[in-house]
Each structure stands twice: as structure tokens, then as C-alpha cells.
């Protein structure tokens, strides 16, 4: 089978190589999926940096999610499975034309769902249902900041923030995305490129946030603590300001982070959580199929709807990546096999 094969760390367009690989076989409680397309998300951006630390050694296959048919399963898998059509998260190996994965880890699709709409469901749809459903399920009236709000788990997260009743806050750059977000119901639309903390401060009118949902770290946190009220919680879902490689970038995010004292969380009553989907699959595949089951059903019926930004050839998988990377993609980013 082909695969698209990360072979040096770096630019997407001089990092990958379109290879063979032999066609996986299914072990116990996987089965194995014919590839109609490949989902990417920011974490494969960092991993071609070098900046993902779960990202397998090289040279290694990405791909964090896949939508196509099942076509052979293990031992302990039921085999009516084989013929369904599905989305599934990977735990890498998703850029190739065949992908195994847990037999708990995908969902049921209908034939006339588009495939780029079903990957968005996966990972970052999962992200989105876990930090805002499970980990800190929201209330009406709450006001809830969301960073990075156009991206892939973003603009899933404005849409069950609102659907929860919750006034939203929303950061991005840019007039498309502006535009996108006021589309949804944001309340209100940040820019990203002037001054976030005044801009926010103004639209609070001297209130505080409960939540906040943050993919960008680094000096952003800081933020989000200052304008954070009592029992608020901040969701730390991604690392993005960490974009320069090498111990520099990374001393730098980490020295804009700061050092958080827990008995002051304690006094002021608030909390900061982490989502990292991989290390809860390893541990707890079941909260994995209640977010996707969950992600996909409302998407069926209509309460959530997935922006897909583009469908690229997978033969222009590194060009998909590199527009990913370069922050004007809005929604969910797929390859098509």
C-alpha cells in the first residue's frame, strides 16, 4: 500500500515521501479500514516540526484519523463490522490508503455524510465533545472564551458552548473568520491581531470568565488567569505559540507559561485542566466511543455542523499540511484518497 512516510523533520514539502508499506493486519479487537480519506490536525504540524513528543520515530506514517470501509477484523471484533462505512481515530498510520485501529475507536456513517465533515468528528470533534462535555461540562449564562475559535476544535467547541446557553467569546485573525464566527451566534469576535486582553476586557464590561478553551499556551495563559473569575477553569488543549523548533522555542513557550502554585488555584477557587485524546485512549478507549458516538450523532441531526476548509488530492498531502501550519484555514483540513 502507499503512505505518505515523514521522513525528516522540517517544511511538509521536503519532509515526506510517498512509500510501500505492506497492508497491516488487523491483531486482536482492531479492525482494518480501506482509506477514502485522511484527517489532518495541528498536532501532525507540530510532529513534522519535531515538536511532538508522542510522535512515533522516524521514519514513521501520521494520521490521527481515516474515514472508509471496514474490510477485515481481528479476533474479539464482531464481523458484521466488515463493509461498514466509518470514521476512525488512529493512533498514527492514518496517512495511507489501509489503517488499523480499536474497534471501539470509530463510528458508524452513512453513505451520504462527506468525508471531510465525518473526519471532523474524530479527533478534533472528540476534543471538543470531551473538554466541554465531560471535563467541564458547561452551563447556561456562563461566559466562555475560546482561542484559536475558527480552527479545526475550535468552531466545534463555539457551537456546544452556544448550544449550552453560554454567552462566547471568541479569538481569531483575520475577515473570513471574523465573519465565520458571527455566522455560528458568537456573541463576540475578538482580533487576535491587536490587543486581545483590551479588547476583551471591553466586551467583559468588567465582568470575569468561568471558562476558558486554550490551544495556543504560552503567554495566553497568563491572560486567561488574569481574566479569569472564581471557579473559573481553564482547558489547555494544544501548545500552538510553541512554533520555533529547537531548546530555544521550547525554553521560551515554557518560560511564558510560568509557574503555577496550586494552593493559589486553591484560595482563588480555580482550576486548569489538560486534554491530550491519545494518553485517554490508551487508558479509557470508552470515553473515546462516547465522544466520537456522541459527535457523530449530533452531527446527524443537525445540533453541530463541521466546516471543512478544503479537501485536498492526497497527492498534495504536504501542500494540505503546509496551509494547516499557516493559520488561515477555517475548520477541518482532509486529504482525499
Request: net charge positive; proline share 4%; charged share 20%.
Amino acid at each position: 500500500m502507499k503512505a505518505w512516510t515523514l521522513i525528516a523533520h522540517g517544511v511538509p514539502r521536503k519532509a515526506f515521501e510517498l512509500r510501500e508499506h505492506p497492508v497491516p493486519v488487523p491483531r486482536s479487537n482492531e479492525v482494518r479500514i480501506r482509506c477514502e480519506a485522511s484527517g489532518l490536525n495541528f498536532a501532525d504540524v507540530m510532529a513534522v516540526k519535531g515538536l511532538y513528543r508522542e510522535a512515533p520515530p522516524l521514519p514513521s506514517v501520521l494520521g490521527y484519523e481515516v474515514v472508509g470501509r471496514i474490510e477485515a477484523v481481528g479476533d474479539g471484533v464482531p464481523r458484521e463490522l466488515i463493509g461498514k462505512r466509518v470514521v476512525a481515530m488512529t493512533r498514527f498510520g492514518g496517512y495511507a490508503e489501509y489503517a488499523v485501529t480499536d474497534h471501539r475507536a470509530l463510528a458508524e456513517i452513512a453513505d451520504d455524510v462527506p468525508a471531510g465533515e465525518a473526519a471532523a468528528m474524530a479527533t478534533q470533534g472528540c476534543t471538543a465533545w470531551y473538554a466541554a462535555r465531560i471535563l467541564c461540562p458547561l452551563r447556561a449564562r456562563q461566559r466562555v472564551l475560546v482561542h484559536s475559535a475558527a480552527g479545526g476544535v475550535g468552531h466545534l467547541l463555539v457551537q456546544l458552548a452556544l448550544r449550552s446557553g453560554c454567552e462566547v467569546y471568541t479569538i481569531a485573525s483575520g475577515k473570513k473568520k471574523a465573519e465565520y464566527l458571527r455566522a455560528l451566534g458568537a456573541q463576540h469576535v475578538i482580533d487576535r491581531n491587536g490587543d486581545v486582553e483590551v479588547q476583551l476586557r471591553t466586551a467583559l464590561q468588567g465582568a470575569l470568565l468561568d471558562v476558558t478553551f486554550n490551544a495556543v499556551g504560552g503567554s495566553s495563559f497568563h491572560m486567561d488567569m488574569r481574566l479569569l473569575g472564581s471557579g473559573g477553569r481553564i482547558v489547555l488543549f494544544g501548545g500552538a505559540e510553541r512554533g520555533t523548533i529547537g531548546f530555544l522555542g521550547t525554553l521560551r513557550f515554557v518560560w511564558r507559561m510560568g509557574l503555577v502554585i496550586p494552593i493559589f488555584l486553591m484560595m482563588k477557587s480555580r482550576s486548569i485542566h489538560g486534554v491530550n485524546m491519545l494518553r485517554i485512549s490508551e487508558h479509557h478507549p470508552d470515553i473515546i466511543a462516547e465522544c466520537l458516538q456522541n459527535m457523530v450523532r449530533s452531527q446527524a441531526c443537525g445540533e453541530l455542523k463541521a466546516n471543512v476548509h478544503a479537501a485536498f488530492p492526497v497527492a498534495e498531502l504536504p501542500a494540505a499540511l503546509e496551509a494547516l501550519g499557516s493559520g488561515v484555514t477555517i475548520g477541518k483540513v482532509v486529504t482525499l484518497w
